[in-house]
């Protein structure tokens, strides 16, 4: 069956970094753009990242450009997120998500979903 395993998260000061990993497998990972969401306490899920198929091409939300990169590895079906210069405000559960960008718009898969890692940046 479908399985993501996101791992990495963790307790790391302002201004420091952390990476993310998504392990996937149960379905043929480089058919599928892979994103990186985020919740926190109270807050909808938002997307973070997306990178497509081919690992050619990345958008980002505009909170984290400069800061975050995203990447994968096809061979290992790992998908991660350096997280540089980390805030307070990117506290939050990380997710990884599988899905499809077509014409500039990411479509997640609803069953494609990892359980979470949680970020939390404090002093």
């Known amino acids: 069956q479908v399985q993501l395993v996101e791992s990495g998260g963790g307790l790391v000061q302002p201004g420091g970094s952390l990476r993310l990993s998504c392990a996937a497998s149960g379905f043929t990972f480089s058919n599928y753009a892979m994103s990186w969401y985020r919740q926190a306490p109270g807050k909808e899920r938002d997307l973070v990242a997306v990178?497509?198929?081919?690992?050619?091409?990345?958008n980002y939300a505009d909170s984290v450009k400069g800061r975050f990169t995203i990447s994968r590895d096809n061979a290992k079906n790992t998908v991660y997120l350096q997280m540089n210069s980390l805030k307070p405000e990117d506290t939050a559960v990380y997710y990884c998500n599988a899905g499809v960008y077509v014409s500039g718009s990411y479509y997640p898969s609803g069953g494609y979903w990892g359980q979470g890692t949680q970020v939390t940046v404090s002093a």
């Open positions: 990178i497509i198929r081919a690992g050619g091409s990345t």
